[in-house]
């Protein structure tokens, strides 16, 4: 716990110390506001997924922890994708209309952070894999390697005086692939090596056509808000396709719709 909160923390301290105090607020703002889908939702989500393994895995029925968490990611993945791929897009406008021109740099940040507050959220949900699996060692261990490469990276990047917003970037990156890392682990630890590849691979053509839409919008549009409605328009066209793909969300949805 000290290693996780430290990677949370230490960030802000080192781009207080390194940059400005107000440098420091911008990045913890736009950190704060990208992740609070996962302050909302990784707990509730964990806690499902979790009860169910566990009982699943005192009665040594690991078949059904592999259907269970091959279904959760495959819902769960595509769903997130959506928020926060339009987030790392319309991060900037989204700012400078909601807060004014003064926040464009946080909105920036909040771009650079929107996929390392996704998979972020992912680690969170199966994160108690290492505990059910009884991989604490594991844990420990990759905790260590988490914060070595995230503070380390940081570092070499004010070393070599790279601006503050390249900086978040790198490290978003460097934080981004850690969590891949951790998400390879614990599906390694259920037999499901090949999971977080496939899921990837099954939604990487709808994330390269989101920023190809998004790439032509901004060369036909010059006014922010238009550019983000059509980018929301494309996002609910992403979704409706998710929904009449999956059969049991869709299910799930008109349950939701019809009691409403």
């Known amino acids: 716990m000290l290693l996780i909160n ?75 994708l959506i928020p926060f791929s339009l987030l790392s897009v319309v991060g900037e406008p989204l700012f400078s209309i909601v807060l004014g021109d003064k926040w464009n740099d946080a909105g920036i940040l909040a771009s650079a952070l929107s996929y390392l507050a996704m998979t972020t959220l992912l680690t969170q949900t199966f994160g108690g894999l290492f505990d059910v699996m009884s991989r604490q060692k594991m844990r420990l261990y990759f905790h260590i390697c988490n914060f070595i490469v995230r503070i380390g990276g940081l570092y070499i990047c004010i070393q070599f005086e790279i601006s503050l917003i390249e900086t978040v970037i790198l490290y978003s990156i460097f934080s981004t692939c850690m969590n891949l890392v951790a998400l390879q682990l614990l599906f390694s630890f259920i037999d499901k090596k090949e999971l977080l590849a496939n899921v990837i691979a099954q939604n990487l053509i ?15 549009f010059e006014s922010e808000l238009t550019i983000f409605v059509a980018l929301l328009f494309v996002s609910f066209i992403w979704l409706w396709n998710i929904v009449c793909s999956n059969n049991k969300l869709k299910i799930k949805i008109s349950r939701i719709l019809s009691e409403f």
């Open 6 to 80: 430290g990677t949370t923390w230490i960030p802000v301290l080192i781009i207080s110390a390194y940059f400005s105090p107000a440098a420091a607020g911008l990045y913890a703002i736009a950190n704060r506001v990208v992740n609070i889908p996962v302050a909302a939702l990784g707990n509730a989500i964990s806690k499902t997924y979790m009860r169910k393994v566990a009982e699943d895995h005192a009665d040594n029925h690991i078949e059904k922890i592999q259907i269970y968490t091959k279904q959760l990611i495959n819902v769960l993945f595509p769903l997130l």
């Open 206 to 220: 709808q994330v390269l056509l989101f920023f190809l839409s998004a790439w032509l919008f901004n060369e036909l």
